[in-house]
């Protein structure tokens, strides 16, 4: 039986009209075989351009549909919808995009037209190939996995759990907090770091539906939307999280010394590690073996360095453990499995900053004066190991001090992105130095981008501060004094780029504004969770506008900087969105999964197991009995990779295949 | 090893001292360096920023010339080979320039395509014929003496290949393989300030004062240079500098070529050691004939 094709044309305003000759197309259309009804209509996407298709099916006039207008990805679902409003399956509707294939991007209006009508002719010729498919429905776990416990994933969390669902919240390092725990004071607003998260951090530790596991990663993740199955591994910390109760003796008298490393590019002095007591000389240890990350780490347990545990290193010590009254310390602790199933993960990973060391003209790592930002906020925090003083490496106050913008973004050479954090945070520094010494301060820019809410105003507020803006991007740090008063000093040589000249400024500490990016172990963890990853290292959103925080895995979010550099505002307001998006989805408790899926021939299926490792959702595993290899459609996204490589030609792309390809092929060729 | 051997202008006439230690060292090297036929100046940086177009052509000749033989090409100078590669680049990046050129070329009766690989010699002796051979050639240790490296500021600029542009450390690795000390200063890869010797005298003399300084403080004998230009402007101005600015250098500049011809055992006037302009210094001397 002929199939009987409605084949419905878009004017889209004048976006496809204003190039594409309408009346031509639709004369051309109507002698198409199989066609039974063409119409055109300036908006097909409006109500009445729908309702014209609803008529046409319900009256029985067609049982297939085409509409030429824009791409799929706008309005696919849209005319699908009609489709299955109207009794046709969803999976016997085509498009032609005439819009952004087309009209768009053609001059010539005649040529415009012509490829329309081939664009046209494929399309009909694929739908009489077109088979109806059904969609799968699968069940929503209620419970969400959250990767990561900065201020992303505690936000996330929290939401979660206060909407009285369940979260599994994984964090690598041994205490949650993340950047922000490290910061002393936030911008514009300049509130204290630690008020505004400690609180929430509290919450987190103490959440009767959170569950909480630091010093862990996740390991695997298998399984799809509504039903991930997850594997996480909890490193040894060497003390029992149940029986410590945070008390400080160990971390008091521990005679190990340990390399603070929370970065791995930071300075090896400063910490806000927990620090040893102080004996009667007032001299103390500074970064004990045993130690917490911070004082108000949670959970309040520390970890023992292995590096440098005498214990661990040497074979004897244990003072730790004599001095232990609870019995905490247990020096044979292994690494621990644990498993969770889960309907949403939500990726929050964070960030790490930019390594100068490879900026040699800088001198990082050489002249110790020279700091990164995070060592400055390190610095500047009470509890860190200079008591929140700005000092030089020799305990002088500094008397001048350098802000150097954008280190490793914004430069071609490194990271061609804007960390869009480091203008903020330069000014913040700027404010911090004025309030707590009598230094002058330099700000060395490119632009300064002041974007935010509040932000424009911080820096004008700054301007008033006697802080120095030299516009140019800095050549070289030195210590080879040339001029008189360069002696004993740093010496940034720059362009400046206002007055038209080359400058050496001295100065006494240079702070490197280190951009973000991408944290260790994001491609890894990206893999896990089939999340791609961009040529910027970040992670890659479902649609930069409209699916910021969703991926193009079903059930899997992602929020703050592992996203994009951001700052504590946007990362909050993403982590809020990525939890919004889980609720709403554990609250239709299932989901309609994509019909259109490859799948295996079991008979022509040689078990030669190319597919296997080719396929980038994990989809397809090879069943040893059978020896054949299986697709499990709850993962498969229908990218066809494994149709394409299969050497039997055993796979076939539902909705994309051989036939329905071919078809397309000979309906564009066909007016050639 | 054998190289197709552009020499460059002052390699024959000023720097002739260059000239002749390069001569003295190669057959120890197992160097074959057969001299380009009928080179031509390749304009320096001087006329590239004059006349562009004319100066890539009267570059791009010796280029084509060399394409015959199939074999890369070394110059001993940096400006050299500054301008012979800057000339590839753009030839290879710029077809509107290509076509120019390939015309100029052409009313000569030449052609090149772009296949000839220009490189220092510096590059050629320390990664071609390498570190662990010069010292296993070496019938003396530099044991004592103290060599800053002094870099220049087009070998490395903007992204020659063949070492880090900020941080460049094939001489530095060259000197501890002769055995002598590598003094580490800042100043390696900052301008001598070049032909504004001639021009902008003030300038020029103090680039060359505050590299000095920074050598003399970080405890250097002499210096090691790469290029004819640095040599002259750091050894023969010396006097100059010290006039200008009441100092008391007194730092012997020499070729990376001359230093290896000590350790090969060479006669050190075969080497032009003679006639450098600020004389070697006792404890150098002693060093050199010693050992």
Redesign the interface.
């Known amino acids: 039986m002929a199939e009987r094709i409605g084949v419905y044309v878009c004017h889209c305003g004048t976006n496809i009209a204003g190039k594409v000759n309408i009346d031509e197309v639709v004369s051309f259309a109507k002698g198409l075989e199989d066609v039974a009804v063409v119409r055109d209509y300036k908006f097909m996407c409006s109500d009445p351009g729908q309702a014209m298709i609803e008529k046409d099916i319900t009256e029985g006039k067609i049982d297939r549909v085409v509409v030429a207008s824009c791409s799929p990805l706008m309005h696919e679902n849209t005319f699908r919808k009609v489709c299955e409003r109207s009794g046709v399956n969803a999976y016997l509707f085509a498009m032609a995009n005439i819009r952004e294939q087309c009209s768009w991007v053609h001059l010539d209006g005649a040529a415009s037209t012509e490829k329309a009508k081939a664009l046209i002719a494929a399309a009909v010729r694929r739908s009489t190939w077109l088979e109806p498919l059904e969609k799968r429905v699968v069940p929503i776990n209620p419970r969400t996995l959250v990767i990561g416990a900065g201020i992303a994933g505690i936000q996330a969390a929290l939401d979660l759990a206060e909407a009285g669902k369940e979260v599994v919240l994984v964090e690598r390092e041994a205490s949650i907090g993340g950047h922000m725990a490290k910061f002393d004071k936030t911008f514009p607003t300049l509130d204290c770091a630690a008020c505004i998260l400690t609180p929430r951090m509290v919450q987190v530790g103490q959440h009767k539906n959170i569950k909480l596991l630091t010093y862990a990663e996740v390991a695997e993740v298998s399984g799809y939307v509504g039903s991930f199955k997850v594997k996480v591994r909890e490193k040894a910390r060497y003390v029992d999280r149940e029986l410590c109760n945070g008390c400080g003796m160990c971390w008091d008298k521990c005679p190990g010394r340990r390399i603070p490393k929370e970065e791995q590019n930071v300075h090896k002095k400063l910490s806000i590690g927990t620090r040893g007591e102080k004996n009667k000389r007032g001299e103390q240890n500074p970064a004990p073996s045993i130690y917490m990350p911070f004082m108000q780490a949670v959970p309040a347990v520390p970890v023992i360095d292995r590096d440098s545990c005498r214990y661990f290193q040497e074979g004897k010590c244990r003072l730790c453990e004599k001095l232990c009254e609870r019995k905490a310390i247990k020096y044979d602790m292994e690494d621990r499995i644990h498993e969770f199933e889960v309907g949403s993960i939500i990726i929050a990973a964070g960030l790490q900053t930019f390594d100068p060391a490879v900026?040699?003209?800088y001198r990082y790592g050489i002249l110790p004066n020279v700091v990164t930002a995070l060592e400055f906020e390190m610095m500047n925090c009470a509890a860190g190991s200079t008591d929140g003083k700005i000092v030089l490496a020799d305990g002088r106050t500094p008397k001048s001090i350098g802000i150097i913008h954008c280190i490793g973004s914004r430069d071609k050479d490194y990271h061609e992105y804007c960390s869009r954090v480091c203008c903020m945070y330069a000014l913040k520094f700027a404010h911090l130095i004025k309030e707590k010494t009598e230094a002058e301060v330099y700000n060395f820019y490119i632009d300064l981008r002041c974007f935010g809410k509040g932000y424009e105003e911080f820096y004008d507020r700054l301007l008033g501060e006697d802080v120095r803006f030299i516009r140019g991007k800095v050549g070289e740090i030195?210590?080879?004094p040339?001029h008189e008063g360069e002696q004993g000093k740093l010496v940034v040589r720059v362009e400046d780029t206002l007055v038209g000249a080359i400058r050496r400024i001295p100065v006494d500490m240079v702070i490197l504004c280190t951009g973000l990016e991408a944290p260790r172990g994001l491609p890894e963890l990206a893999k896990m969770c089939s999340v791609s990853i961009g040529k910027d290292g970040f992670l890659i959103e479902k649609h930069p506008k409209l699916g910021p925080v969703s991926t193009a895995t079903d059930g899997v979010f992602i929020v703050g900087a592992c996203q994009s550099p951001k700052d504590i505002p946007d990362t909050v307001a993403q982590a809020s969105a990525a939890s919004s998006a889980v609720l709403s989805m554990i609250m239709r408790e299932k989901i309609e999964i994509e019909a259109a899926t490859a799948e295996i021939d079991g008979e022509k299926c040689s078990g030669c197991r190319i597919c296997n490792n080719l396929c980038p959702y994990l989809a397809i595993r090879f069943d040893e009995e059978k020896k054949v290899s299986i697709i499990n459609e709850a993962l498969c996204k229908g990218c066809g990779t494994c149709v394409a490589a299969c050497p039997s030609n055993a796979i076939k792309a539902k909705h994309f295949d051989n036939r329905q390809i071919f078809a397309e092929i000979e309906g564009i060729l066909s007016s050639v | 090893m054998k190289y197709t051997y552009y020499p460059g202008c002052s390699v024959n006439a000023t720097a002739n001292i260059y000239r002749d230690s390069i001569t003295a060292i190669a057959p120890a090297l197992g160097l074959e360096l057969e001299e380009l036929e009928d080179w031509n100046c390749c304009g320096a940086t001087a006329y590239m920023s004059v006349k562009e177009l004319m100066s890539f052509a009267i570059s791009a000749r010796n280029l084509a010339i060399a394409e015959n033989h199939h074999r890369d090409v070394v110059t001993p100078c940096s400006a050299c080979y500054t301008v012979l590669n800057k000339t590839n680049h753009y030839f290879a990046e710029y077809p509107e320039l290509r076509a120019k050129i390939g015309q100029a070329l052409e009313a000569g009766g030449l052609s090149y395509s772009g296949n000839v690989r220009v490189r220092h010699l510096l590059d050629v002796i320390c990664n071609d014929i390498g570190y662990e051979k010069i010292a296993s050639l070496a019938k003396k240790r530099l044991t004592g003496l103290k060599v800053a490296p002094y870099y220049g500021c087009q070998i490395v600029r903007p992204d020659s290949g063949f070492d880090d542009p900020d941080e460049p450390t094939t001489m530095n690795r060259l000197i501890e393989a002769l055995g002598a000390e590598c003094v580490d200063y800042r100043m390696k890869t900052a301008c001598c300030g070049a032909s504004l010797m001639g021009t902008q005298e003030d300038l020029a003399l103090r680039l060359c004062k505050n590299l000095l300084l920074d050598a003399e403080q970080n405890g250097a004998h002499c210096i090691a240079t790469i290029c004819p230009l640095c040599q002259m402007n750091l050894d023969v101005y010396q006097g100059k500098v010290n006039a200008r600015y009441k100092m008391k250098f007194d730092i012997p500049v020499l070729y990376f070529t001359q230093l290896i011809g000590v350790t090969l055992g060479l006669p050190l006037r075969d080497l032009g050691l003679g006639r450098l302009a600020v004389k070697l210094t006792k404890p150098m001397k002693q060093i050199f004939e010693g050992a």
Request: no cysteine; hydrophobic share 45%.
């Open positions: 900026m040699k003209r030195t210590d080879m040339i």
